[in-house]
């Protein structure tokens, strides 16, 4: 097994709830439901990809090859683009910080990275192991 991807994923998972319960307890008293959601939309995708991160931890130990390691390194990409730059564009609209929209642009990048980490688990699980010992 991976245990960095493993140890990484538990860390994001427990950031992931405490975000989620700060969204629904104490962000919707200060942004409008629009940031809101914006921010949900991150935790939501940062949730998702634990689980990827987790998957990824788990069959490097059966697969363990370069693809199943860069779709662990892409979806820590993926969370920290596509998650952090939701997280950064509620603030950014909930403090009217005009000329800073253009971390919106970030977000798209985490996008891509998490297909190419799902591209890579694909590959990583379809490529045929050195070993045939089955």
Same mark, same amino acid.
């Given at each position: 097994?991976?245990?960095? !991807? *493993?140890?990484?994923?538990?860390?994001?998972? @427990? *950031? =992931?709830?405490?975000?989620?319960?700060? %969204?629904?307890? =104490? /962000?919707?008293?200060?942004?409008?439901? !629009? @940031?809101? &959601?914006?921010?949900?939309?991150?935790?939501? !995708?940062?949730?998702?990809?634990?689980?990827? /991160?987790?998957? &990824?931890?788990?069959? !490097?130990?059966?697969?363990?090859?370069?693809?199943?390691?860069?779709?662990?390194?892409?979806? #820590? %990409?993926?969370? #920290?683009?596509? =998650?952090?730059? *939701?997280?950064? /564009?509620?603030?950014?609209?909930?403090?009217?910080?005009?000329?800073?929209?253009?971390?919106?642009?970030?977000?798209?990048?985490?996008?891509?990275?998490?297909?190419?980490?799902? /591209?890579?688990?694909?590959?990583?699980?379809?490529?045929?192991?050195? &070993?045939? *010992?089955?």
């Amino acid at each position: 097994m991976h245990r960095g !991807y *493993l140890k990484t994923a538990t860390i994001i998972g @427990a *950031l =992931s709830v405490a975000l989620g319960a700060f %969204a629904a307890h =104490s /962000l919707k008293q200060h942004v409008s439901d !629009y @940031a809101v &959601s914006i921010f949900e939309t991150g935790v939501r !995708y940062q949730f998702y990809h634990v689980f990827a /991160l987790l998957t &990824s931890g788990i069959l !490097y130990k059966e697969f363990p090859n370069k693809f199943i390691k860069w779709s662990g390194k892409l979806f #820590i %990409a993926g969370i #920290i683009l596509f =998650s952090a730059s *939701l997280y950064a /564009l509620t603030f950014i609209k909930a403090a009217v910080l005009p000329g800073y929209d253009w971390v919106g642009a970030i977000t798209p990048f985490g996008g891509l990275c998490f297909i190419a980490g799902w /591209l890579c688990l694909f590959f990583g699980i379809a490529k045929k192991p050195k &070993s045939t *010992l089955q």
